[in-house]
């Protein structure tokens, strides 16, 4: 499907229909690769989205909530059939962790801020898929739209994808003795009192015999990770960005608002003593007490669980603190964006200090990594913080892990943990365990 980039004024038209299909995944097969694919397994939803009716992109952070704003109303499309309920989206996307331009040319492609609206988009729906088509909206977007859809529904399978099984042989590279050449020098910097907390990233390179099948990545990633959020966010090159993060930065509907302090990581064979660490328990109410201040200029009422509970994912448990609010009048999910993005789980505390240290010491482009990636319609909006992901050209993937580091940090302990971590992507891209030397 071609892509499109449109101009402001434009408007769309779009259509539905309904099929008995289980797995928007199961597309692909007819459809190719998803431009944009979004899975929440604890709910039962699932999306995906091919081609680009259109584009919405936003140079600077400054553009952000402007673009944002925009793509929250539904003045911009006239449905035939009238608007779809519990429709996720229609406009998928992300941003970058940091205001400042790409300094790696294989994020040039997705840019500061990106977002689209697929030509098709497919999600689950009960026992069943529906289906919606755009197109612009002039002369012949009806009959655009009618054709969109009656191919979907000609060819659309009925069956749910599972991953065939293949193996993908990788060969990794990162370098241990950097990593915590940084880690250390972040601790000098917490030892001084500069700063309280920084989360150093770093990179894993690997590389596969044949080049990825992104689709059977994303049913690796879904299956093997279902109290994640599995993503995937195509640019106008073959670049594709994917992971499947346990962290949501914000889910908004009307006024209501969730989301959550996810912070303190332990092998799950540690877990019972996560919650008694003082390392581990600083570090996340750090995050806790950052997100309630966040919040109360936009919100009249804030909650948090009592204590933090245990989130147990295959590779790794973290800690766990669910936040609630009800938003004021006229708060948009552009402004809670604003507020909350980056929380101190994936940039420090405090805040502009510990961005500065890392704009300076980590020496890694993090593009989309642990910025805000997700949906956005007139129906609300769900942005999660891309964690476990990668960024996969052909038969290369550039992973991306993180550690949280505070007083009482190893550098040793930190390069577990991120080694940890990236076994999700790992064994999504390899199709097997994954062995990795103590």
């Not at 539904?74 to 309920?85: D, F, H, L, S």
């Not at 519990?86 to 040039?108: H, N, Q, V």
């Amino acid at each position: 499907m071609p892509m499109l980039n449109p101009e402001k004024a434009q408007r769309w038209v779009a259509g539905t229909t309904t099929l008995n299909g289980v797995d928007p995944l199961s597309g692909a097969s007819v459809l190719g690769v998803p431009s944009v694919y979004w899975e929440r397994p604890t709910v039962g939803q699932a999306v995906a989205g091919w081609g680009e009716a259109a584009v919405r992109e936003a140079r600077s952070a400054a553009e952000v909530n402007e673009v944002l704003s925009t793509l929250a109303s539904r003045a911009e499309i006239r449905w035939m059939e009238g608007v779809p309920k519990g429709m996720p989206g229609p406009w998928f996307g992300g941003m970058r962790f940091a205001a400042s331009a790409p300094s790696d040319a294989r994020w040039e492609a997705h840019g500061f801020a990106r977002w689209t609206m697929p030509e098709v988009l497919a999600w689950r729906v009960g026992t069943g898929v529906k289906v919606a088509a755009f197109a612009l909206e002039d002369a012949g977007g009806e009959d655009l739209v009618r054709s969109r859809l009656e191919r979907v529904r000609a060819s659309f399978p009925d069956s749910y994808y599972h991953p065939k099984g293949g193996v993908v042989g990788l060969q990794l590279s990162s370098s241990r003795q950097d990593f915590e050449a940084r880690v250390s020098r972040a601790l000098e910097a917490i030892n001084a009192g500069c700063i309280q907390k920084v989360v150093m990233a770093r990179a894993v390179e690997a590389v596969g015999s044949a080049p990825f099948d992104l689709v059977e990545v994303l049913a690796r990633l879904r299956e093997q990770n279902p109290r994640c959020v599995t993503f995937l966010f195509r640019a106008k090159s073959e670049t594709a960005f994917l992971g499947a993060t346990p962290e949501t930065l914000c889910r908004v509907e009307g006024r209501t608002l969730e989301t959550e302090a996810l912070a303190g990581s332990a092998a799950p064979g540690q877990a019972e003593g996560l919650g008694g660490s003082d390392k581990e328990s600083r570090e996340h109410q750090s995050v806790v007490r950052y997100i309630l201040s966040a919040l109360r200029p936009v919100a009249e009422h804030v909650t948090a669980d009592a204590e933090p509970s245990l989130l147990t994912l295959k590779n790794v448990v973290h800690l766990r603190t669910g936040i609630r609010a009800e938003l004021r009048e006229g708060v948009s999910p552009a402004q809670v964006v604003a507020a909350l993005h980056p929380t101190p789980a994936v940039g420090g505390v405090p805040r502009e200090h510990a961005l500065g240290f890392l704009h300076e010491h980590e020496a890694l482009d993090r593009g989309w990594y642990a910025g805000p990636v997700g949906w956005i319609g007139p129906s609300g909006a769900h942005m999660a913080v891309a964690l476990r992901s990668a960024l996969v050209t052909g038969a290369h993937a550039r992973l991306f892990v993180g550690a949280g580091i505070v007083q009482g940090s190893s550098a040793e302990a930190e390069w577990r943990e991120t080694e940890m971590k990236s076994l999700a992507m790992l064994r999504a891209l390899g199709g097997s365990d994954v062995r990795r030397e103590s």
